[in-house]
């Protein structure tokens, strides 16, 4: 009976109970109904602190509250009532939680972090929309890697527009792509898109998703995933664009 009782107290705890709303709920339980002297003096609390206490329960619905001063009484009611607020409150956490996800990326920018990469999430189509956005941003050339088919059978509406605007803000980007029938028309157009693009064989070098690289970012687009990722960090990005730069030296010799 003891170790029973201890559980008890252990999983109301758990749940978020004070230990002396603990010693009320379980005393009234045992009574039955009392005043709050007759509940309070039982449960070794004193009789201010009760009142409290047991206005807290009635607002959960664990006990009714029955007359009025100076004969009013607190009823218990029956311990299903537990359930069904702790069931209750599990939900409104869960909806919390989920309201909290949709707020993710605008808090993860507002982390500061200090010297650490920001890393930051964006979903969807709006968020991949997002992510190129932030490439206008660039001050500089942007080194790059993509398949254009799937860039453009996810957003095809975007990339009709986004090559002009790029172009327009003269941020000139090396690129090598897979080898498609839309690479090839893609770049026919470099010399008014600003662009330097460089051919790779698809299925020996299959490239599902696109990365830039500009300023100190790295900006990552999952097509399959409809994610977009932008990692902030000076060295990374001078890492990323070093290797990047290798790369396109390879790409264009295989290319000759």
Known sequence: ??????????????????????????????????????????????????????????????????????????????????????????????????????????????????????ISFYEGLEGLEHVYEDSLSSKGDI???????EMHETLPKYF????????????????????????HKRKANDQIEYRDTTLVPQNEFPVPTDIEIYNDKVMIASWKEKLGIIIESKEIATTLRSVFKLALAEAKRLNK
């Open 1 to 118: 009976m003891k170790e029973q009782l201890l559980k008890t107290k252990e999983i109301l705890k758990e749940s978020g109970f004070l230990d002396k709303e603990i010693a009320i709920y379980l005393t009234i339980l045992e009574l039955g109904r009392g005043t709050v002297a007759e509940i309070s003096r039982k449960a070794g609390i004193n009789r201010s602190t009760g009142y409290v206490i047991l206005d807290s329960l009635a607002s959960k619905n664990l006990v009714n509250i029955s007359g009025k001063e100076p004969k009013q009484e607190y009823v218990a009611l029956s311990p299903i009532k537990l359930i069904e607020y702790l069931n209750k409150q599990a939900e409104i956490q869960k909806n919390l939680a989920e309201s909290a996800l949709e707020i993710l990326p605008e808090l993860t920018l507002m982390h500061n972090v200090g010297d650490r990469p920001k």
């Open 143 to 149: 080194y790059s890697t993509s398949t254009y088919e």
């Open 160 to 183: 009709s527009t986004y090559y002009e605007r790029r172009a327009k803000k003269k941020i000139f980007i090396h690129t090598f792509v897979a080898d498609t029938p839309l690479a």
